[in-house]
Each structure stands twice: as C-alpha cells, then as structure tokens.
C-alpha cells in the first residue's frame, strides 16, 4: 500500500519561494504519476501539476505555469513542488497524490478520482 506524506507547508509572506515535499513509502514508485493538488479556503480543490515517474514527463495547469516547478528525488522517493512569487491568492492546503499509469494530460488532471493514494496536506498561508 503506497503512502504519500506531505511537508514543507506554513506562513510565508507575499513573494516568498516555497518548496513543498512529497514522500513516498510502501510501495514501487516506477509507473506512479504524482499530482499536486491546492484547496483554497472555501473553493473546490484544483489541480496543479502532474509528474510522472516513469519518465520524468510533467504538466502543469494554467494557474501554476511559470511559478510552479516540480522535481525529485529518488533516493528519498520524494517529489517536490517548488513555489516561487508566492501570492495571497496561493493559500491553501496542498496535496499530493499518486495514480498507477496515469497519463500526463490536463484531462486526467481534471479527475482527481483516478489519483487512488493521498497525503494528508500541508497547508500554506500567504499573508503579511
């Protein structure tokens, strides 16, 4: 049973860089594609970013081009998001996510769903 743990959450002020980690244990990461998923308060959770394992392939959505960048390391199977410019706008609970064979395309990023494995959330606070 894959399990994801999040980390790297907290208060940071506006135009901060923020690097998120998630770290997999329990289970071959070789076919996973990770998903980086943000709630804002009081809206829908939304996708930012696929990455997949396999390959290295990576999408990201329309919201977290140019600020949003993702990177791993395997010998620590963990996968990072890392925020720069960090704006209001970007608070929230982050997630990642894993699914066995997802393709990395905005479709499948739409269907949070498909992603079987979570972690519990980091929560990111930007304020002054």
């Known amino acids: 049973q894959l399990q994801l743990v999040e980390s790297g959450g907290g208060l940071v002020q506006p135009g901060d860089s923020l690097q998120l980690s998630c770290t997999a244990s329990?289970?071959?990461?070789?076919?996973?594609?990770i998903g980086w998923f943000r709630q804002a308060p009081g809206k829908e959770r939304e996708g930012l970013s696929m990455?997949?394992?396999?390959?290295?392939?990576?999408y990201y959505a329309d919201s977290a081009m140019g600020r949003f960048a993702t990177s791993r390391d395997n010998a620590k199977k963990t996968v990072f998001l890392h925020i720069n410019a960090l704006e209001p706008e970007d608070t929230g609970v982050y997630s990642c996510?894993?699914?066995?064979?997802?393709?990395?395309?905005?479709?499948?990023?739409?269907?949070?769903?498909?992603?079987?494995?979570w972690g519990q959330g980091t929560e990111v606070a930007v304020s002054s």
């Open positions: 990455f997949s394992l396999s390959d290295d392939n990576t």
């Open positions: 996510a894993a699914g066995a064979f997802i393709p990395i395309s905005p479709l499948w990023l739409q269907q949070p769903g498909r992603f079987h494995f």
């Open positions: 329990g289970g071959t990461l070789n076919y996973y594609t």
